[in-house]
């Protein structure tokens, strides 16, 4: 099954704009910053709420169980948090896996 996961997690976070009034993600691009610690506009309970909504979200588009919470995805040095298109390229790369 192809998925365009751009599309997809761009979805997600204009859905994600109107829970925590933040304008920019409902015209997120691959630049858009996601986690306050990397000048994005999430907080740690807001990326928890974010990730749980994607794995349920691309585990039904998919109809297979999508885990992306990991040690990766944790790292403050190399989250695939920091931006959308991280972000992406990190769904991408766990969906391949599958």
Do not use: H
């Not at 099954?1 to 109107?18: F, G, P, R, Y």
């Not at 979200?57 to 998919?62: G, N, R, V």
């Not at 999508?66 to 390229?89: Q, T």
Request: glycine residues 6%.
């Amino acid at each position: 099954m192809s998925i365009d996961t751009k599309k997809l997690v761009l979805e997600v976070l204009s859905n994600l704009a109107n829970d925590y009034d933040i304008d920019e993600f409902k015209t997120a691009d691959e630049n858009t910053k996601i986690y306050t610690g990397f000048g994005g506009k999430l907080d740690s309970l807001g990326m928890v709420n974010l990730v749980a909504e994607l794995e349920d979200f691309f585990s039904q588009k998919l109809d297979k169980e999508v885990v992306l919470a990991d040690d990766k995805m944790m790292s403050a040095k190399n989250s695939p948090l920091k931006d959308v298109g991280s972000l992406i390229s990190y769904i991408d790369s766990k969906i391949k896996e599958l």
